[in-house]
Every structure is written in structure tokens, then in C-alpha cells.
């Protein structure tokens, strides 16, 4: 019996870090599971049901990283796995990790600030810049490259880069 | 060569997701026909964006009204086997892109009430529906502030462009009134917890657009004279055009996939 329960805790464990090892196609240093959006890995018999929540409601990168996510577990040797779309609670940006976060910065992204600073209709944004660090920084448009960024220039280093929106 | 339309039972709580997914994409569709023309780069990328934005929004309203309706619907029928009568969007929404003032003050309109809207819906006892509008509720905020900024920007700007704001805001005004208007199917919902009452909505969204309105030194008209019928199918003549084009390959290659 133990022996059984730890099988399936380690075949479960086989199976999350597979699909945790996937990347989102358009910031291919951030996981899955460091974006928050790796919600369960399920193992019933030898079948594997990953579930993922969408960060933007139009983000085409999904459909991308539920396919990855099916050929990632296939190579892991789990047959016909399956990928769910979990829409409660909804995915945010807090969600994103402490690794995440400075992979980004360290890609040149902006991360995201905390979630007060949003709701503010022309509200000032303090964004720093992720090549120099200063804090002069200005918008130069509230929709980037995708739809989870805006595009932010450095007022000291003069460099433009992204910001990942707080979502 | 054509398709037959879909048939749709509309019981309140499908018409309700239907009519909320018709106006997401029809407002999206609309957008996405500034890809590529808009006058600068950053103002295309922004437009094509808040129309990813819609579209990911209807699609999820979508296959929601297809799963409580229980029948062979999914979205990709509900979106391009509908024909125009069985559309359910706001007039606001098909009215054409314009100029670059029509288009934002039909998003200003637009981005004002669902800013709100979907804040409320947060609440809805709905679990699917309350998790729709947590994310549309944080993608509103941005198209909101996007959309204030061009009021302002063109209202404010040259003697050209302010005069060209208030003919958009003069023409689109008369179909505002929609967005606060509610039937019995849907008064049923509201009792039931599942929907809101966009009645208690009405003044914050008057606040919001005086506000903006005002410091772009437009003015809203004094006739208060609303257009209705998107809700039920009547709509103007240029949402058969618009669908024309977005239906054209599913009506001509039926079934066609990528």
C-alpha cells in the first residue's frame, strides 16, 4: 500500500515538473509555473489532467502552452494527458513568483507592481527601468508587443523596454 | 452557396450571456478593422490589443452560453452561424469606425459602462460569470484610461480634432441609453443574484464621462431621445455588412478549420 502511494506521489511529481518545464511561448524565460498559471497536475490510473488558467482573456499564447503542456507529458511517457481551463479564481498577476519576477527583470521586463496602482483613471505609475534601476521612467503606451505589457522608455539610460501589466 | 443559421434557445440566462458575448465581439471586430491603418504605430498595437481583449472575453462568454444552453452550440457556431436578426449587441458597439474620434468615443462610451459593469459582476452568484468579469473588470480599467486620454487628447487638441470629438459624441450619444436598459428575463436574473442592475450604475457612469468630457472642453447634448432594438435584433444596417465579412469563410467553407 505505501509502496503504491508513493508511486503515484512520485509519478504525480514526474508529471507536475513536466508540465512546469513549459515556457510561455512569447517570454520564453518565465515557466508556466512561475506565471502562476500551473494550477494542478491530477493523476488518475496513468492518466494525467494538468489544469492552467488564462491570464488575458485574449492571450493567444494558451492555446500555444496547452499543446506544449501534451507534448511535454507525452515525452515524459504519460499517454493522451489531458489540459483544463480553470477560470475561478482568476489568474493574476500577484501570482507570479519571486523567481519570475527577477527572471523577467533580468530578460529586460519590467515586472509587475502591486495591484492598488491600476485602478487609478490617470493615476502616476512608478515603474523602474530594468537595465539601470532608476525610477525616471516614463509610458509611451499603455499596449505593448502582447497584451500582457505596455511599453515604457528609461528617462535616464534612455533605453525603451517592457513593463509586464499588473493584471 | 450558404450555411444554415444556427437555432438558439434563449432562455434568460443564454440571452443574457449571448447579448453580453455579442457586444464584446462585435466591439472587437470592429477594432481589429484599424489593424494595420491606424495612424501610429503605438495607437495600432493599442487598438488591435483592446480588440484581443473583447474577443477573448466573447469567446469565454460564448462557450458559457453554449454549456447552460445544453445543445449542439459552441462558439465558433454562436459567433458565425447567427445571422444579423439573431445578433444581440448594443447598437453603439456596430456603429462603423469612423474617424479615429468616432472610434474612441464609441470605446469612451463603451470602456465607461463596462468598467463598472464587470466590477459589479464580480459578485454575480454565478460562479462562471463572476470569474469572466474578475478578468474583463482589470482589462476594462485599461481601455477606459486608454480611451479617456484620447477624449482629452482630441477634445483639448486642435480646433480640427475638438470638432470632430463632439460630432462623434453628438452622433453616438443617442445609443448610450441601451447599455442601462433591462428586460424581464433579465430583471428575473438580477432578483435571482446572477446579474446586475445596470440601473445602479447610470450616475458613476454620467460621472465618469462629464468628467472626461468636461476637461476635453466637449459637451455632452441635452436631448436625451435613446436608441433601442440591438437586444432583441433590430438592429442598424451596418451590422450585416460587418458580419458579412466576419462570417465569410465559415459561410463559404463550412466547417473550415486552421
Known sequence: ?167 | MSVANIQVSETPQVLYALRRADDALILGHRLSEWCGHAPMLEEDMALSNIALDLIGQARELYTYAAKIEGKDNDEDKLAYLRDVRQYRNLLLVEQPNGDCAQTLVRQFFYSAFADLYWRAMMNSRDATLAAIAAKSEKESAYHLRHASEWIIRLGDGTEESHARAQAAIDYLWAFSGEMFAVDAGERSLIHAGIAIDPEGLRDRWLNTVTGVIGEATLTLPQNDWMQQGGRVGRHSEHLGHLLSELQSMQRTFPGLTW
Open chain 1, 1 to 167: 500500500m505505501v509502496t503504491v502511494l508513493n508511486r503515484n506521489a512520485e509519478l504525480r511529481q514526474r508529471a507536475w515538473d513536466a508540465a512546469a518545464s513549459v515556457v510561455d511561448p512569447e517570454i520564453p524565460v518565465l515557466t508556466i509555473a512561475d506565471l502562476g498559471v500551473l494550477r494542478d497536475v491530477v493523476l488518475d490510473g496513468d492518466h494525467v489532467e494538468v489544469a492552467i488558467t488564462p491570464t488575458y482573456s485574449g492571450c493567444p499564447a494558451m492555446n500555444m502552452i496547452a499543446l506544449e503542456i501534451e507534448l511535454a507529458l507525452e515525452r515524459a511517457g504519460f499517454g493522451r494527458p489531458s489540459v483544463r481551463t480553470v477560470l475561478s479564481p482568476a489568474w493574476t498577476t500577484d501570482w507570479m513568483s519571486e523567481e519570475g519576477r527577477r527572471k523577467l527583470r533580468a530578460y529586460g521586463i519590467a515586472p509587475p507592481q502591486a495591484s492598488n496602482s491600476r485602478r487609478a483613471l490617470f493615476g502616476e505609475q512608478a515603474v523602474e527601468c530594468p537595465q539601470c534601476g532608476s525610477g525616471n521612467t516614463e509610458l509611451l503606451s499603455e499596449f505593448g508587443s502582447t497584451s500582457c505589457k505596455a511599453l515604457w522608455r528609461c528617462k535616464a539610460c534612455r533605453e525603451p523596454f517592457d513593463y509586464f501589466k499588473c493584471h
